[in-house]
């Protein structure tokens, strides 16, 4: 494996750079929460509002641009 993994970084750079790239992101998928937590003191983000709050008077009714014809 490790031989594989020689010839690779030796002969074909791109390969074996892609292929350590693409196994370090699984890997810190689930190891960089748990470390910004732990040692960061990370909280979490505050909710997005999901609606907008509406004024709170009498609404009035749009006039002049009806569809009628």
Do not use: C, Q
């Amino acid at each position: 494996m490790f031989k594989a993994l020689n010839r690779f970084a030796i002969e074909r750079p791109v390969i074996f750079w892609s292929m350590v790239l693409g196994t370090t992101g699984p890997v810190m998928v689930l190891t960089v929460p748990k470390v910004r937590r732990e040692f960061f003191g990370f909280k979490g983000y505050e909710p997005l509002p999901i609606s907008y709050p509406l004024p709170n008077r009498a609404r009035n009714p749009v006039s002049g641009y009806e569809d009628s014809a």
